[in-house]
């Protein structure tokens, strides 16, 4: 689940009267369903080769490269829910903290799915065998190395092919404390509020619409995004200065009724019209989770939800590396005159195969490192404190 720190309002904004949950499992679950989603668009032609009356979700499995865009908004409102106050007034000290805290949380997965690629890389080189999906060139190796990717032109996809938002988040986690100390502190009123939220909705779909040929897109598209998810706390921030009322039950599933909806978008409209309606329909979305918190339908607090989007990550990273060993040793459109029962064997050969580059990735990388590089940080920063008592 996410990490969320206790809630400090923005400035200008009253302490509501309820505490907010320390986590929001409902934000927690979306990342994982938006994780998934992503996974399905990158095997959907797979999907189709071995079960074909499944077309008519196209549409829908097409788009998941939308579920990007939702990732940059969670993490702007993550950000600003535990760090809007610590990093209000700017300090190398503070800047350097939480580069080091973020850059631990994303970049071991990071580097080590990148190894594992070029480990493959080397194997089919030797053996004379395709590597499929991306380029791998030295040059890119090393922008990849750096989170830098990105960081270029006309920018194409490469290497272990999904990090490219996490360099371009990676830009955002550069400029977020600047972004707290000179503009967030500012925003003390709810017209304030809803303005930045509404401006960053309007640069997100007109990128999204119209800027599909400009230079460093890649990189650009997250500052929108990144932004709507930070004024989105500062909007719930100020409601939260309102009293509380309860919610009708009905009210809990109005979540449930928007991801419906969501997925039915792509379904019946298309073009730029599908992508504001998709864009917007989210942001939305995720104002409503965050303004009910924990107080949603089963769907967003059971324990595999819940569990989905605290893997999501590695999930994210590391499905692609299982799709490279599956192509090459069990081709799906190989499989696509098979028997019922053989095409459900592949499917499940796929799974099992995601199942465990995902696992393994979380808990052999992503839990021990992140907890291990918060520690010893922490440890020096306990170390360096006694040393000055001491002096």
């Known amino acids: 689940m996410f990490p969320l720190a206790p809630h400090h309002p923005a400035r200008g904004f009253t302490q509501p009267s309820v505490a907010p949950p320390s986590s929001i499992d409902s934000l927690t679950s979306l990342r994982g369903f938006l994780a998934l989603w992503v996974v399905i668009y990158h095997f959907w032609k797979d999907i189709l080769a071995l079960f074909p009356r499944l077309d008519f979700l196209t549409p829908l499995a097409k788009q998941g490269h939308f579920a990007v865009p939702v990732f940059f908004m969670l993490s702007g409102f993550v950000l600003a829910y535990n760090y809007s106050q610590q990093l209000s007034v700017f300090s190398l000290r503070r800047y350097g903290r939480f580069l080091f805290m973020r850059w631990a949380r994303i970049y071991p997965v990071h580097v080590f799915t990148l190894l594992v690629v070029l480990g493959m890389l080397i194997v089919c080189r030797a053996r004379g065998w395709q590597l499929t999906d991306a380029g791998y060139g030295a040059g890119d190796f090393v922008l990849n190395l ?15 092919y999904p990090s490219w938002s996490i360099s371009s988040e990676w830009l955002a986690y550069l400029c977020f404390p600047l972004f707290c100390s000179t503009i967030l502190g500012r925003i003390t009123t709810r017209f304030r509020a809803y303005l930045l939220l509404a401006l960053c909705w309007t640069a997100t779909i007109a990128l999204y619409v119209f800027g599909s040929e400009i230079p460093f897109r890649a990189l650009i598209q997250v500052i929108p ?13 100020a409601c939260r200065s309102r009293p509380r009322y309860h919610l009708p039950f009905t009210a809990h599933l109005l979540p449930d009724l928007l991801l419906l909806v969501l997925g039915m978008v792509p379904l019946f409209l298309e073009g730029p019209t ?3 309606f998709l864009l917007t329909g989210f942001v939305v979305l995720v104002y409503r989770l965050v303004g009910q918190g924990n107080d949603c339908s089963w769907l967003w607090t059971n324990r595999f939800a819940i569990y989905l989007g605290e893997i999501s990550y590695s999930l994210y990273m590391a499905h692609t590396l299982a799709q490279k060993v599956c192509y090459k040793l069990l081709p799906s459109d ?10 459900l064997g592949v499917l499940g050969a796929y799974v099992s195969c995601i199942a465990i580059a995902v696992l393994g990735t979380y808990y052999l990388v992503e839990r021990p490192s992140r907890r291990g590089l918060r520690s010893l940080f922490n440890s020096k920063r306990e170390s360096k404190a006694q040393h000055q008592v001491a002096a």
Not at 225 to 237: D, E, M, P, R, Y
Not at 334 to 343: E, V
């Open 146 to 160: 750096l989170l830098m990717q990105t960081w270029v032109p006309n920018f194409q996809l490469n290497w272990n």
């Open 225 to 237: 995004t990144f932004l709507a998810g930070t004024a989105i706390f500062t909007c719930q921030s």
């Open 274 to 276: 599908m992508a504001a």
């Open 334 to 343: 190989q499989f696509s005159g098979a028997t019922l029962i053989l095409r």
